[in-house]
């Protein structure tokens, strides 16, 4: 194993392995210090792409760590579980990307932030986010095909865009009621997506938010100032329930198309038969 040693600061960044030790290593237990001579370096970081496309079948982050860096495990093909300790702050962009074999991520009291794409093509089928996570970006969670289950940290106020884009396997979702803003495409894609629940307190739906998922009835808060274009692209709609300020049958077009034959009718009379007004 490859370490960069910062002895002034008495820290070092775990850089990868040497390839021609590594073809025989099924376990990667990264170091939680390392020695300059006599100075004692603790573990903070991981370089970017340390062990991206790597063979382990087993990684150990040790409890000194604090960041991990961008595609420091991506496309490790053969890796199951991990657990991320709670010394770990940040997790940097596309972390465990395409990791299509890891079924089992414990994220420990302690991770703030969660950038774009970190675990994108994993298999998990559930994932707790501790309260500790403030910054949750995009792409986070996308093409988790397996995922059917998201308990999110207490306060978060935005559901990022395209968090949950592609998730095939999500059938309801149940929005915290501390949200106020959901991210454009968040759970586009979502195939088997057919309830959904909305809190009071909610302001923005972004473009394409639920574009593309089998929902058949929507109650929108009366607290739902903008909606963007194809938020509710969802041909299978069949009633809707939503504040009067959205009263408008150009607006709603935008906002849910007209590809849903029950929700808009074909005359006048008949053209907003499955809005209801509150």
Same mark, same amino acid.
């Given at each position: 194993?490859r370490?960069?040693?910062?002895p002034?600061?008495r820290?070092?960044?775990f850089?990868g392995?040497?390839?021609?030790?590594? #073809?025989?290593t099924?376990t990667?237990?990264?170091?939680?210090h390392?020695?300059?001579?006599?100075v004692?370096?603790a573990v903070?970081?991981?370089?970017?792409?340390?062990?991206?496309?790597e063979?382990?079948?087993?990684?150990?982050?040790?409890?000194t760590?604090k960041?991990?860096g961008p595609y420091?495990f991506?496309y490790?093909?053969?890796?199951?579980?991990?657990v991320?300790?709670?010394?770990?702050?940040?997790?940097k962009r596309?972390a465990?990307?395409?990791?299509?074999?890891l079924?089992?991520?414990t994220?420990?009291?302690?991770v703030?932030?969660?950038?774009g794409?970190?675990f994108?093509?994993?298999?998990?089928?559930?994932i707790?986010l /501790?309260?500790?996570?403030?910054?949750?970006q995009t792409?986070?969670?996308?093409?988790?095909k397996?995922?059917?289950?998201?308990?999110?940290p207490?306060?978060?106020k935005?559901?990022?865009?395209n968090?949950?884009e592609?998730?095939?396997?999500?059938?309801?979702?149940v929005v915290?009621?501390?949200?106020?803003?959901?991210?454009?495409?968040a759970?586009?894609?979502?195939?088997?997506?057919s309830?959904?629940?909305?809190?009071?307190g909610?302001?923005?739906i972004?473009?394409?938010?639920?574009?593309r998922?089998?929902?058949?009835k929507?109650?929108? /808060?009366?607290?739902?100032?903008?909606m963007?274009t194809?938020?509710f *692209?969802?041909?299978?709609?069949?009633s809707?329930?939503l504040?009067?300020? *959205?009263?408008?049958?150009?607006v709603l077009?935008?906002?849910?198309d007209?590809?849903a034959?029950?929700?808009f009718?074909?005359? #006048?009379a008949?053209?907003?038969?499955?809005?209801t007004?509150?």
């Amino acid at each position: 194993l490859r370490y960069r040693l910062y002895p002034n600061d008495r820290n070092a960044v775990f850089m990868g392995v040497d390839d021609f030790l590594f #073809q025989e290593t099924e376990t990667v237990e990264i170091l939680s210090h390392v020695k300059y001579g006599s100075v004692r370096c603790a573990v903070t970081r991981t370089d970017q792409d340390a062990l991206k496309g790597e063979t382990a079948h087993t990684l150990v982050i040790p409890t000194t760590l604090k960041e991990i860096g961008p595609y420091a495990f991506a496309y490790m093909q053969n890796l199951k579980r991990v657990v991320i300790p709670s010394s770990v702050r940040t997790i940097k962009r596309g972390a465990f990307a395409g990791c299509t074999n890891l079924s089992s991520i414990t994220i420990e009291p302690g991770v703030r932030l969660i950038e774009g794409t970190s675990f994108a093509g994993t298999a998990i089928t559930s994932i707790t986010l /501790p309260n500790t996570v403030k910054d949750l970006q995009t792409y986070a969670f996308s093409e988790c095909k397996k995922l059917t289950t998201v308990k999110f940290p207490v306060g978060i106020k935005k559901i990022s865009e395209n968090l949950f884009e592609g998730c095939e396997s999500i059938t309801s979702v149940v929005v915290p009621s501390t949200v106020t803003e959901i991210g454009s495409s968040a759970y586009s894609g979502c195939k088997r997506l057919s309830s959904v629940t909305l809190p009071e307190g909610l302001l923005k739906i972004g473009d394409g938010a639920f574009m593309r998922t089998p929902i058949t009835k929507l109650v929108i /808060p009366s607290t739902v100032v903008e909606m963007g274009t194809w938020a509710f *692209f969802c041909p299978k709609l069949t009633s809707v329930t939503l504040p009067a300020r *959205f009263n408008d049958p150009m607006v709603l077009v935008d906002i849910f198309d007209n590809s849903a034959s029950k929700l808009f009718g074909t005359s #006048q009379a008949t053209l907003l038969q499955g809005f209801t007004f509150k």
